[in-house]
């Protein structure tokens, strides 16, 4: 039976979702977008994300992946979007993980300024994980 968890920034949570960028070109997490799993046994995993924010600039994500306190960077889940003055970044990642506890988050490095409020349509954040949940 697959599992299926989310975050999303949403109106509801506090300060309604909203949260402004580091403008600072370094990595940070994007706020609320932190889910934990566990897994009976070994096997597959899809992590879903998209990030769509007002820029007037430019700005990248990644996956971050937790195995215990040690966050291990996804190689290959980097997504540029720049010169533009909306960004939607949105990415998945097929992977096969062991059994256990697991968490993922999503980062994100600019160096433009920006709010983000989900309560504009066209903003939005979510970070999904569908894994296979076997009996053993």
Do not use: C
């Amino acid at each position: 039976m697959p599992q299926i968890v989310s975050a999303v920034g949403a109106v509801t949570s506090p300060n309604a979702g909203k949260w402004n960028s580091n403008a600072d070109n370094f990595w940070h997490s994007v706020p609320e977008l932190d889910v934990s799993w566990t897994m009976v046994n070994a096997g597959p995993v899809a992590i879903s994300f998209n990030l769509s924010v007002p820029m007037n600039g430019s700005i990248v994500t990644r996956l971050k992946l937790f195995a215990g306190a040690t966050g291990t960077v996804v190689a290959g889940t980097n997504v540029v979007v720049g010169n533009t003055a909306y960004a939607a970044n949105v990415g998945t990642y097929y992977t096969t993980l062991p059994a256990g506890l697991h968490r993922v988050i999503l980062e994100y490095r600019t160096n433009s300024g920006f709010l983000f409020d989900p309560g504009v349509d066209y903003e939005s954040s979510r970070l999904q994980v569908m894994s296979v949940r076997s009996i053993g």
